[in-house]
C-alpha cells in the first residue's frame, strides 16, 4: 500500500468552507442518518469538497470533522486511505487517472502513461505549465473488457490507442472536454464484443390471435350488457397516450428551440443524443419531471438512480432561469 500524504504546506489554503447549495446539501446528507450517526457522512462530505475545489485540502478535512464532530485525525485516516481523494492540486481541466491493472498493462497501458509523460508532466500528481492537466496512474476501474482506458472526472474512456487519448487530452487543454464522448473510443457499444452482438441476438415472435390455440369452450353465465355512458365514450375515444408517439419515444417533444442539455451535469453528447431521441429537448421540461417521468427516463437509458444522484431537475429548473441562477444555486459555472 503506497504512503499517502498531505500536500505541502505551501499549497494549502488557510480556510475551507462550502458554497451556499453544497452547504445546503451536507446539511441534507447529514440528516439521513440516525441522530449521533453523522459522522457516515463523512466520505459523501468529503466528496463533495473535491468536487467543489478539485482536491481534498487540510483545511477541508479539518471543516467536515467540525462539521461532523468528528477527531480531524479519524477524518484525515478516511483522506489518506481511499486513492480517490486528491491530497495536492490538480489540474482545473482534467485530472487523467490511467489504469495500470494487468488487463490495461498487457493491451497498452504503458502507452497511455507515457502520452501523459510527454502531453502533461513527466511525473504524476504534478500540473501542466498552466495548471490545467495532471495524471496518475490507478489500480482497477472495472472496465478490463474494454482495456487500455482511463478516467477523467467521473466519465471513463475506454478501448483508446495513444492517438486517441491525445486528442482527447488536447480537448480538455483547450477547455472542450464536454465534446469528447464517454465510454469506448472504437465504435464498440459498452462492453459488447468488437464483432458485434453474440448474445440475446433473437426476437421473441409474438403469437397472435389467429396463431394462438383455440381455448375449450365453457359455458359461461349470461352477463348484463354494460351501461354506457358519457365518460366511456369519452374514454375509448381518447387515444392512449403511448400511442401518440413515435416508436422509441418517451415524452412529447416541446416546442421551442432545444436547449443544450450538456449544461447539467453528468449529460455529455451521447446522452444528450438520446435525450433528445426520447422527446427530452428543454431545461424546463426536466425541470417539471415527476416521479413516474424519472422512473420511465432511469429504464431508457440505463442508468438506474443516475438522474436523481445528479440532480437533474434541480439542475435544469435553475438553467431554465439562466446561468446566473445556476451560478448562485450550485456556486460554480455549469460546465
Not at 483522506?79 to 490495461?104: D, E
Not at 397472435?208 to 365453457?218: C, D, F, N, V
Amino acid at each position: 500500500m503506497s504512503v499517502r500524504r498531505l500536500a505541502e504546506e505551501s499549497v494549502q489554503p488557510e480556510s475551507f468552507a462550502f458554497n451556499a447549495a453544497n452547504a445546503a446539501w451536507a446539511e441534507k446528507r447529514m440528516a439521513l442518518y440516525p441522530e449521533g450517526r453523522q459522522q457516515s457522512a463523512v466520505i459523501p462530505l468529503l466528496m463533495r469538497a473535491q468536487e467543489q475545489e478539485g482536491w481534498v485540502s487540510r483545511a477541508a478535512i479539518e471543516k467536515v470533522a467540525e462539521m461532523l464532530g468528528m477527531a480531524r485525525i479519524r477524518v484525515l485516516e478516511v483522506a489518506t486511505f481511499y486513492t480517490q481523494f486528491q491530497l495536492q492540486p490538480v489540474g482545473t481541466r482534467a485530472h487523467v487517472q490511467v489504469c495500470g491493472t494487468t488487463p490495461c498493462m498487457l493491451r497498452g497501458a504503458e502507452d497511455l502513461r507515457a502520452v501523459c509523460q510527454r502531453k502533461i508532466h513527466q511525473h504524476p500528481h504534478e500540473v501542466n505549465a498552466d495548471g490545467t492537466l495532471s495524471w496518475e496512474e490507478v489500480e482497477c476501474m472495472g472496465a478490463c473488457v474494454n482495456a487500455p482506458m482511463v478516467a477523467i472526472g467521473r466519465d471513463t474512456y475506454e478501448d483508446l490507442t495513444p492517438g486517441r487519448l491525445e486528442e482527447i487530452i488536447d480537448a480538455f487543454a483547450a477547455g472542450e472536454g464536454a465534446s469528447v464522448p464517454a465510454g469506448p473510443q472504437n465504435g464498440r457499444q459498452f462492453a459488447m464484443a468488437i464483432t458485434g452482438a453474440t448474445t440475446l441476438t433473437d426476437v421473441p415472435k409474438r403469437t397472435s390471435a389467429k396463431t394462438a390455440p383455440a381455448r375449450a369452450a365453457t359455458p359461461e353465465k349470461a352477463k348484463p350488457e354494460p351501461k354506457v355512458t358519457d365518460k366511456a365514450v369519452n374514454a375509448e375515444a381518447k387515444p392512449a397516450k403511448a400511442a401518440e408517439l413515435p416508436k422509441g419515444q418517451l415524452f412529447a417533444r416541446p416546442e421551442g428551440a432545444p436547449d443544450d442539455l450538456k449544461l447539467i451535469s453528468g449529460v455529455g453528447p451521447v446522452l444528450e443524443r438520446k435525450l433528445n431521441d426520447f422527446g427530452v429537448t428543454r431545461f424546463d421540461q426536466i425541470a417539471a419531471f415527476k416521479k413516474a417521468d424519472i422512473t420511465a427516463l432511469d429504464d431508457g437509458l440505463s442508468f438506474k438512480g443516475r438522474i436523481e444522484r445528479d440532480e437533474w431537475v434541480k439542475q435544469a429548473k435553475a438553467l431554465a432561469k439562466g446561468v446566473d441562477e445556476y451560478v448562485r444555486v450550485f456556486g460554480k459555472q455549469p460546465k
